[in-house]
């Protein structure tokens, strides 16, 4: 399952010497094996947001901050955007191949029989207000998939996870789609199954039943590309909340709705919307990017400059890189200025010659470009970090399987260094 190799390394404490295994990843991160650091020495780690400490092994997904790769099962990013579609990239993530052309075929024809929602399901969107958030609604309704489908909930039935994982790629776009209609008081527009995924996808929030909705292949494989750029990113926030919520044996439905919620953050996947509301924003008040500069750096300042800097990269995010060529690319092919883009283009100028973020190794994320692709699409801001969820279905899934299938795995359960009150007296209410 993991091809690592074991190793040992020697801590120097007070008292004695203190030796732990240490395993060594297939690209040569070395981990440091705690797992006995309570039991046999009384002591546990302090890591606030985890930022040091591996919670698995993994075979999923490879990001190298330093030198700026990313990779899916082995596959560099940037071949999979240029080469693949994004169904093709999900059975990859979710199965660790890529598929051969019957295995894609008869997968995409598995997607397509499972794009309808069950028609009771309909009338949830009726119960959430006209200005509902979109991700409340995409997060409440996966959790509610799961009660038409508690057939499937076994996380150790094999065949259960298959037909769970099936139906939320089929059915997440139907449910992104039916809360934007909802949100705009349209018609829902019922899936196509002779559309590709994306295609079918834009149909249902663009179309409407009283005309024919014309497809621009353009904007379908921008969407696809997006989608894929966005579809594992080892273990992000919204990722280890999916396997913390798994190692319960919880459902994948409500595995998946729980790291939805963690990705709705502005810190993580909501960081695309707050992208184009801070260059919108810089654009109002005159386009004087070293001003927002300034107050980035100010520490009394809570202005961050959102889609820069990143917990793992400190280069460029490959995402990122791809994304400002598209953005330029899709941009110019559908006939659209966005003086966004321009903004963009120098505050990135700016802050990549500045030393603060020169020093902070703070370089512009997945979510810098993807909101003005997103926006030159056609989509509507609010929905930005639905699009995010979309994408990162197939990651979530696949590492949700992963971590149930690690005979490894033990129940989530950190630990915590106690700050509180030593042992108190209970005053009666007349003492206090
Ligand atoms: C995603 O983890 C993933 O893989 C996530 C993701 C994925 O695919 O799943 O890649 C997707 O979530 C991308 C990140 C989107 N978020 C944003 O763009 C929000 C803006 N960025 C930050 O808030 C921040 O950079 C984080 C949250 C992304 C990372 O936070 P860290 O690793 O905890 O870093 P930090 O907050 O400790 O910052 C280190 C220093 C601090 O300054 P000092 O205390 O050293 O003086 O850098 C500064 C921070 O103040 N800093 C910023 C900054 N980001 C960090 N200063 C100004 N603007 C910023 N954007």
């Not at 040992?8 to 060594?24: A, K, R, W, Y």
């Not at 309808?116 to 959790?143: C, Q, V, W, Y």
């Not at 386009?287 to 460029?316: C, E, Q, S, T, W």
Request: charged fraction near 25%; hydrophobic fraction near 40%.
């Amino acid at each position: 399952m993991f091809n690592t190799s074991e190793g040992e390394i020697t801590l120097i404490n007070e008292e004695t010497d203190v030796s732990f295994p240490t395993v060594t990843g297939t690209e040569g991160d070395i981990g440091i094996d705690i797992s006995k650091l309570r039991t046999e020495h009384h002591r546990i780690t302090l890591d606030y947001g985890f930022a040091n400490t591996a919670g698995c092994r993994s075979s999923i997904t490879y990001v190298n901050g330093d030198t700026g790769e990313l990779r899916y099962r082995g596959y560099g990013i940037e071949d999979l955007a240029a080469k693949a579609t994004f169904p093709e990239v999900a059975y990859l993530l979710i199965n660790g191949e890529l598929p051969t052309k019957v295995e894609l075929e008869d997968y995409e024809a598995e997607l397509r029989r499972h794009t309808l929602l069950n028609e009771e399901m309909k009338r949830m969107f009726d119960a959430f207000p006209r200005g509902a958030h979109p991700m409340g609604i995409l997060s409440a309704a996966t959790a509610a998939m799961s009660t038409f489908y508690e057939r499937y909930h076994n996380p150790r039935d094999e065949a259960s996870v298959k037909e769970s994982t099936i139906r939320l790629m089929a059915k997440l776009p139907t449910v992104a789609a039916f809360a934007y209609k909802k949100s705009i008081g349209q018609p829902y527009m019922y899936p196509r199954n002779e559309l590709d995924y994306s295609s079918n996808f834009l149909q249902m929030m663009f179309g409407l039943p009283v005309e024919p909705y014309e497809i621009d292949p353009v904007v379908a494989r921008a969407l696809d590309v997006l989608l894929i750029l966005h579809a594992d990113h080892e273990q992000n926030c919204s990722t280890a909340t999916v396997r913390l919520v798994g190692s319960s044996e919880a459902n994948l439905f409500a595995s998946v709705a729980g790291g939805m919620n963690a990705l709705w953050g502005p810190l993580h996947g909501g960081a695309n919307s707050a992208v184009i509301a801070m260059l919108t924003h810089i654009d109002e008040d005159g386009g004087d990017v070293d001003k927002y500069i300034g107050k980035a750096k100010d520490k009394d300042d809570p202005f961050r400059l959102m889609g820069f800097g990143h917990r793992v990269y400190k280069n460029f995010d490959p995402r990122a890189t791809i994304l400002k060529d598209y953005a330029a690319d899709v941009l110019d092919r559908l006939g659209v200025h966005d003086p966004l883009l321009d903004i963009a283009l120098k505050l990135e100028e700016h802050a990549l010659t500045d030393d603060y973020f020169v020093e902070r190794k703070l370089y512009p994320n997945v979510d810098f470009y993807s909101g003005m692709i997103f926006r030159s699409l056609g989509f509507p801001v609010r929905m930005f970090t639905v699009l995010f969820a979309i994408g990162r279905l197939p990651g979530w899934m696949a590492q949700w399987k992963e971590m149930i299938e690690d005979p490894d795995t033990r129940i989530g359960r950190p630990r915590q260094v106690y700050a509180g009150y030593t042992e108190r007296v209970f005053p009666s209410v007349d003492e206090r």
